[in-house]
């Protein structure tokens, strides 16, 4: 990268915002409209909203938003067709860098919204991966987390049940009643479902593996779904007080459970929030959640309504996909997805069952370096930026409207320690894309 300047590490997690200031002799006085604002206003919500409702802002999209509201934001995002991309090209060698490939492209759509940020959010809830699935298997069970994504909860739990992938992934393809394999048992109630200490007990476990035994995934037929009844189970099983004799029966007692509202809504407003809800908060989401029969729309609608929506800013860390979507974006390129993989979360491919877990890792030394090394890669390409105000015209295009004056102070620094349009635009790209608010969602 040309230049020496580091940024701090030690930046708030929700830093104040600040106004850019003149830094050096060489840049002329700003004058710009581009610059950051001296509090925080709606420009800063409204790029909030972006980040949370969909896979964040494109360059002055937040500009060009001017007059509406954040809360009209929402309800814009809220109310927006659901977006339905063109299926990926597979069918070759390369389907396994082509799917992964695809989704990012889907995600990155100005047109993906809040529908496919829950399309993610379930991927990572409900997962299933390339290691024991085949690309077009994980693209199918793609398409019933589309259709499902913001519809109903037990519809789509109903179907994840005995979808192809999920029967490989979890070892229920050829699982037998007299002998059940009880990995997707055990996951349905402890992650899929009710949560660890829900309080069913190792014998629901296994009555429930027996009563989901009997299906398997047919390879001469199109990978079709088929239920063996000489497999499944001969009678009523005990299950969380009440008999089942069917996967469906088990989903059914499984949603039905006094957890499953809780733990479902829970999960959703950690994702859309940044964080577990406190204990009366999560009462009135589990009751807005069970009383609509687990619809998610309603769910989600309460979540992102409510004034902690707007208030939880800049509260987690980017995920290693939000970030390096913000980082083609902001840099206007086609970065191929190979950092996904050292980063540690390529789509379609989540390292266990629990999915992505914990947030802390997006921002681990092993995570920064990966970072610096596409920022250094690809920040020579990136556009020149308005001589008059740089910092003010990348911020803009990175949609950062709270940036702390450490990290000010860096890009200011940095653009009056080179002379070349080129080579400033260049480190002042690479620099923002490590600063500590490009990291935070």
């Given at each position: 990268?040309?230049?020496?300047?580091?940024?701090?590490?030690?930046?708030?997690m929700a830093p104040q915002t600040l106004?850019?200031?003149?830094?050096?002799?060489?840049?002329?006085?700003?004058?710009?409209?581009?610059?950051?604002?001296?509090?925080?206003?709606?420009?800063?919500?409204?790029?909030?909203?972006?980040?949370?409702?969909?896979?964040?802002?494109?360059?002055?999209?937040?500009?060009?938003?001017?007059?509406?509201?954040?809360?009209?934001?929402?309800?814009?995002?809220?109310?927006?067709?659901?977006?339905?991309?063109?299926?990926?090209?597979?069918?070759?060698?390369?389907?396994?860098?082509?799917?992964?490939?695809?989704?990012?492209?889907?995600?990155?759509?100005?047109?993906?919204?809040?529908?496919?940020?829950?399309?993610?959010?379930?991927?990572?809830?409900?997962?299933?991966?390339?290691?024991?699935?085949?690309?077009?298997?994980?693209?199918?069970?793609?398409?019933?987390?589309?259709?499902?994504?913001?519809?109903?909860?037990?519809?789509?739990?109903?179907?994840?049940?005995?979808?192809?992938?999920?029967?490989?992934?979890?070892?229920?393809?050829?699982?037998?009643?007299?002998?059940?394999?009880?990995?997707?048992?055990?996951?349905?109630?402890?992650?899929?479902?009710?949560?660890?200490?829900?309080?069913?007990?190792?014998?629901?476990?296994?009555?429930?593996?027996?009563?989901?035994?009997?299906?398997?995934?047919?390879?001469?037929?199109?990978?079709?779904?088929?239920?063996?009844?000489?497999?499944?189970?001969?009678?009523?099983?005990?299950?969380?007080?009440?008999?089942?004799?069917?996967?469906?029966?088990?989903?059914?007692?499984?949603?039905?459970?006094?957890?499953?509202?809780?733990?479902?809504?829970?999960?959703?407003?950690?994702?859309?929030?940044?964080?577990?809800?406190?204990?009366?908060?999560?009462?009135?989401?589990?009751?807005?959640?069970?009383?609509?029969?687990?619809?998610?729309?309603?769910?989600?609608?309460?979540?992102?309504?409510?004034?902690?929506?707007?208030?939880?800013?800049?509260?987690?860390?980017?995920?290693?996909?939000?970030?390096?979507?913000?980082?083609?974006?902001?840099?206007?390129?086609?970065?191929?997805?190979?950092?996904?993989?050292?980063?540690?979360?390529?789509?379609?491919?989540?390292?266990?069952?629990?999915?992505?877990?914990?947030?802390?890792?997006?921002?681990?030394?092993?995570?920064?370096?990966?970072?610096?090394?596409?920022?250094?890669?690809?920040?020579?390409?990136?556009?020149t930026l308005d001589e008059g105000d740089?910092?003010?015209?990348?911020?803009?295009?990175?949609?950062?409207?709270?940036?702390?004056?450490?990290?000010?102070?860096v890009l200011w620094q940095a653009a009056?320690?080179?002379?070349?349009?080129?080579?400033?635009?260049?480190?002042?790209?690479?620099?923002?894309?490590?600063?500590?608010?490009?990291?935070?969602?």
């Amino acid at each position: 990268m040309v230049g020496s300047c580091s940024l701090p590490h030690d930046a708030p997690m929700a830093p104040q915002t600040l106004s850019t200031q003149r830094r050096t002799r060489s840049l002329s006085p700003l004058q710009s409209r581009r610059a950051v604002p001296t509090v925080i206003d709606d420009r800063a919500l409204r790029a909030h909203v972006l980040r949370r409702l969909s896979f964040g802002a494109r360059a002055w999209q937040v500009e060009e938003l001017e007059g509406t509201s954040p809360t009209d934001l929402i309800e814009q995002l809220l109310g927006a067709e659901p977006f339905w991309p063109d299926d990926p090209v597979l069918g070759s060698d390369d389907d396994y860098s082509r799917l992964p490939a695809w989704w990012l492209d889907v995600m990155s759509d100005e047109r993906a919204g809040v529908h496919d940020r829950m399309i993610w959010f379930w991927h990572g809830h409900l997962t299933s991966g390339l290691d024991k699935a085949s690309p077009s298997l994980m693209y199918r069970q793609h398409q019933l987390l589309r259709t499902h994504a913001m519809g109903n909860f037990r519809s789509m739990l109903q179907e994840i049940t005995v979808d192809a992938a999920m029967l490989y992934w979890l070892d229920g393809a050829g699982s037998y009643a007299g002998a059940p394999n009880e990995n997707y048992a055990r996951e349905l109630m402890e992650l899929f479902a009710l949560g660890h200490g829900a309080g069913y007990t190792e014998a629901d476990i296994r009555s429930a593996a027996r009563a989901l035994a009997g299906w398997w995934v047919d390879g001469d037929t199109d990978d079709e779904v088929r239920f063996d009844p000489d497999s499944g189970p001969t009678e009523s099983l005990p299950f969380l007080d009440r008999s089942v004799a069917s996967a469906s029966e088990v989903v059914d007692a499984v949603c039905d459970h006094p957890a499953c509202a809780p733990f479902v809504a829970g999960n959703v407003h950690e994702h859309l929030v940044g964080a577990w809800p406190e204990p009366g908060r999560l009462d009135e989401l589990a009751r807005v959640f069970a009383d609509s029969g687990l619809e998610i729309r309603p769910l989600v609608e309460a979540i992102v309504r409510h004034p902690s929506f707007l208030e939880q800013r800049l509260n987690r860390p980017r995920s290693a996909v939000e970030w390096f979507i913000a980082v083609r974006r902001l840099f206007d390129l086609s970065i191929d997805w190979w950092p996904l993989d050292l980063l540690g979360q390529v789509p379609f491919n989540p390292p266990n069952v629990a999915g992505w877990s914990g947030t802390a890792r997006w921002l681990s030394v092993g995570a920064e370096m990966t970072k610096a090394q596409v920022a250094y890669d690809n920040a020579w390409e990136t556009a020149t930026l308005d001589e008059g105000d740089p910092v003010g015209d990348l911020l803009g295009r990175a949609a950062l409207y709270e940036v702390g004056q450490p990290t000010l102070d860096v890009l200011w620094q940095a653009a009056g320690a080179v002379e070349s349009r080129r080579d400033r635009s260049t480190l002042l790209h690479g620099l923002l894309a490590m600063s500590p608010e490009f990291s935070l969602a």
